[in-house]
């Protein structure tokens, strides 16, 4: 994974096939993307202990692969 690597900026939407998007305890900002939902093998993401804002997007649900996300310690709102 990418964890702990202080990568400062948007969070990042990968244009292949990727299954685990794991970008932990970086310096993210702003919100997730609804490009997110193009991501169509992703099934694991994790966004936790970012400067992440906003709401999850509503594309999100496209990602029926997705079996986990844990975006927790950013400053998401909304409901779980």
Not at 48 to 59: C, K, R
Request: charged letters at 15%; aromatic letters at 8%; hydrophobic letters at 40%.
């Amino acid at each position: 994974g990418l964890n702990n690597n202080f990568f400062v900026g948007p969070v990042p939407i990968p244009t292949n096939a990727l299954h685990n998007l794991w970008l932990q305890s970086n310096m993210l900002s702003s919100s997730i993307p609804s490009e997110i939902g193009e991501c169509s093998d992703l099934k694991e993401l994790i966004l936790a202990d970012n400067f992440i804002s906003g709401s999850l997007p509503d594309t999100i649900r496209k990602l029926h692969k997705l079996n986990y996300i844990d975006a927790s310690y950013n400053s998401l709102a909304g409901r779980a």
